[in-house]
């Protein structure tokens, strides 16, 4: 998620707080503040995400949730401390689908993704895209496709690093089309998009928020809309599966919150509907769109087969392109 994304972001996090309604609470639980844990520094769209729920599940639940950015590994630092937390229900992370990518990328990790974490809920879709640049000379991504296909490796793909969502994207269009691009990896969403802009590589995916004002401007051209369906907030961008015929194409760029495993059901649903309350109304969904997330809230176990679902999908692309992090 991108250093611009941050920026309009923030702008949104100074305006005055949206009302929660207040979610009446049996027993003891909470008693006392609750953490949120956001696995990437500061200013990204996982921070803003995660502040953003810490302060809409405070008001819910009427205890302060407190955010704190532990970043380092992929997110794998900031999970595994939730991982190994007591599963009391007091400790929670906010996490984005690269999580499922890094089990795979990653030649060890420091905690079983299913074993050692239970999802509380889906909430979030980052709306994302792959934009062509001025040195691009394909009108379209179906033209851009069958580049690739007659002459593999021509064109050069920015991304914002190896292993990412959107590096492992573009595999996943190469593998369904039989074409190649060159993956060329940057040092986060904002150098790779400047890149494209600049004319160092032909295109770029990133999401929809860190490219808005550039498609606005006309430095850069919205091809496809990762996602399985259209976005209201990229109205007019069609699917990747429409625009280059390839059914079945379908990578969502979700959020979601997960708690350490274990904690007691009663507890885990408690949770799981005050993240409800805070962003699935109107109040909640505007708040996320002002920041370009959609609300997108799921329960625990759709998320638990959308990692399973993920899984399937990224586990062959990775295994085929030899995408390994140290």
């Known amino acids: 998620m991108s250093r611009a994304y941050g920026r309009r972001a923030a702008l949104a996090l100074a305006a005055a707080p949206l009302a929660a309604p207040a979610l009446a609470q049996p027993g003891d639980f909470p008693s006392r503040p609750l953490r949120m844990v956001i696995p990437f520094p500061p200013g990204g769209g996982s921070d803003i995400l995660g502040r953003l729920l810490a302060q809409r599940i405070g008001d819910v639940i009427g205890q ?4 704190e950015n532990r970043s380092g590994a992929g997110g794998n630092i900031g999970t595994d401390a939730v991982a190994k937390a007591p599963p009391d229900g007091y400790t929670l992370v906010t996490v984005f689908n690269t999580i499922v990518v890094n089990q795979f ?3 060890s990790m420091p905690f079983d993704l299913k074993r050692d974490l239970t999802p509380v809920a889906r909430v979030a879709l980052a709306p994302t895209v792959i934009a062509g640049g001025p040195k691009l000379k394909a009108k379209d991504l179906a033209e851009v496709i069958a580049i690739t296909r ?20 573009a595999e996943l269009m190469d593998s369904m089309s039989g074409g190649k691009l060159t993956h060329v990896h940057y040092r986060g969403t904002g ?10 590589v032909e295109l770029v995916s990133a999401p929809w928020s860190a490219v808005e004002p550039l498609v606005k401007g006309g430095q850069l051209r919205a091809l496809g809309n990762l996602a399985a369906q259209d976005s209201p907030l990229m109205p007019g961008v069609p699917t990747v599966a429409a625009a280059a015929n390839l059914p079945g194409y379908a990578v969502d760029n979700w959020g979601a919150v997960l708690a350490p495993a274990g904690v007691p059901p009663a507890i885990l649903a408690r949770i799981a509907e005050a993240v409800r309350m805070a962003i699935d109304t109107p109040e909640g969904k505007a708040a996320m769109a002002a920041r ?23 586990e ?6 030899n995408i ?3």
């Open 150 to 169: 007659a002459q593999p490796g021509l064109l050069n793909h920015g991304t914002p690093g190896l292993g990412t969502i959107t590096h492992v994207s």
């Open 292 to 314: 370009g997330i959609e609300s997108a809230w799921a329960d625990g176990p759709t998320v638990a087969r959308i990692i399973e679902e993920d899984g399937a999908r990224w």
């Open 105 to 107: 990328i990653f030649r």
């Open 64 to 67: 302060p949730v407190v955010p």
């Open 324 to 326: 390994r992090v140290e």
């Open 191 to 200: 150098p790779a998009v400047t890149a494209c802009v600049a004319g160092e």
């Open 316 to 321: 062959p692309v990775i295994r085929k392109a």
